[in-house]
């Protein structure tokens, strides 16, 4: 059974008021409340004041469920529900990304999960990449026109959740958001310009409690909105709700977090220290920087094996559909399977002999044919270019150098790490033995390396569903010592020996072995 008395709904009676007893309505609910909540620090939303009365005396039993949400040192109640009246008190997690967002509606009473969407970031539509967005939003029209774009987006997926739930937008009182410190700056419609230029300042990192009403938001007049808070420029509040999911902050022994998303961004720590960095690795890893790359869907190929005496292509595509693009994982698995079956050299570059019929020249460029026409669901060749590996292997190039520089930052060494987290949809197609075999990320045992999935989602929707759980964000936030790898000076010589297959050491990475 779910404790209630670590969730954001709290049931409590009411004494009914008399002579004797002519305190407030909002001072007698506030008072059953103080017993649960340990608290003298309770405030009411504004809408729900102007309906509490009506709310109070309708309750036959004198028993309501109360919503609260942590406002600072205090709470603010922000619903009263009957505690007989059958509907949901509920609320949305949300992980903000640059590209998806994804929204998760759940019962704040027994945490359970009622439905889930997804969309395209409507932003896309002024950039696909943070950079573009950031100048749209030099000036007051911008920041407002991409506001507006999110908050539309948010607000079509919040009546299609509510919709999956059979549930009304009324019933929705709790929004936990986590994006990365620029997504969140837009998203709240404040100025990012010197998020991008040296020395990377944000203009905030805590956010108070905000009113969905004020941001927009069609959910419950009275719900509130609490943002993650970011840690630096490049290390924001999506990757605070990931270390919370992963528990990695209480730890005894060192783990390290990865998410790559538009950047890699990393924490290395355990209970006693935690730190993070975050770096420009992500496009070409997310598949995003080929002509064929796409983020993972049906019918993206998310692996790729090649018979090492044939070199025929064995492909995988998600849902098994017909192939249409390749995400980060097959890329990185491509790559993998390229260096293994010496089609391509320790350069990165592809070998005329071992690649045969596959390798055909277009508009002065090389490339190799993944699928031929014939077997594409596009009806076109998929084919990856002699650019597409270059740049792939400058992105595995930085995020091998960005794990080497806070790993050697703290002083310890990639043995010492007892378990390394990877998150987002990228670590949940990801294969360790293809990312290791072109030297992406350190030759340690397999069974070190595990998948989070969505970790922004998941760290979100647990501040929804445990106010033990939230009330550790501001702590986690408070321990990490963040690293800025734009002024680090031994960053770029690990990135230059880092950019061969799979290292210019290869004594590294003693578990690849090669096809001569």
Known sequence: MPDIFDRWVIPVSLPPPRLTDNRADADRLAGALKSVLHTDDITFAW???????????????????????????????????????????????????????????????TGAALSETALDNPQISVGPDILARIHFAANDSGRRGLHERIISGLNTAVADLCQKADIVADDIFLMTVAGNTSMTHLFLEIVPDWIIREPYIPAANRFSLISAAELGIAVNPCACVFVFPNVGSYFGGDLIAGILYSGLHRRDEIAMLVDVGTNAEVLLGNRDWLVACAGAAGPALEGGMSKIGMTARPGVIDEIRIDPQTRAFQI??????????????GMIDLAAQLFLTGMIDLRGKFVKDACGGRRIEKDGIHQITVVPADQSATGSELAISQTDIDSLVRSKAAMYAILETI?????????????????????????????????????????????????SLAGASLALTSRAAFDEIDAIRDRITYLELNVNPEFMGRFSAAKFLPHTDPARFPSVVRKN
């Not at 072109?438 to 070190?448: A, Q, R, S, V």
């Open 47 to 109: 809408p729900l004041l102007k309906v509490l009365p009506r709310r109070l005396r309708a309750a036959a039993s004198g028993k309501v469920r109360c919503v609260v949400m942590k406002d600072g040192r205090g709470f603010r109640v922000v619903g009263v529900k009957d505690i007989a009246d059958p509907s949901p008190a509920a609320g949305i997690a949300v992980d903000l990304g640059t590209t998806r967002v994804v929204l998760r509606l759940i019962d704040l009473e």
């Open 407 to 455: 790993t050697a930052y703290v002083g310890v060494t990639f043995k010492d790490i007892v378990t390394f987290f990877v998150a987002g949809t990228f670590g949940s197609f990801i294969k360790p033995r293809s990312a290791i075999a072109i030297g992406m990320i350190p030759d340690l045992p397999e069974t070190t390396y595990q998948p989070l999935g969505n970790s």
């Open 316 to 329: 995988h595509t998600i849902g098994d559909q017909p192939p249409v693009g390749i995400c980060g994982s």
